[in-house]
């Protein structure tokens, strides 16, 4: 088994923890920072909680992995991608809340 993620199961297992409630508008559709922007205008979330702050880092080194995933899998890599996936179980408790 790989010990990292790549950048397309990552972000299809963060919108998995995100979308596991029902939003009352919309659910996320993408990372994309306007993707996220939407997302919490449409639905009424804080812009301050702790999810939408994940969502944004979760983001950002999702951007990271896209632009490495031309390169040999390196250390740096491998643990950006565990990040992302423990960053994805915080989305997912962080989501539970609302």
Known sequence: MYDFLNRVDAQRMVLDSVNRQPWEREPLMSLS???????????????????????????????????????????????????VADLSFKIRKAAEMY
């Open 33 to 83: 920072r306007k993707s996220i922007d939407r997302w919490v205008e449409c639905n009424l979330i804080d812009r301050q909680s702790d999810l939408v702050s994940l969502l944004f880092i979760t983001s950002e080194k999702l951007f990271f992995l896209a632009n490495k995933s031309q390169e040999q899998i390196t250390e740096d890599y491998k643990s950006l991608s565990r990040e």
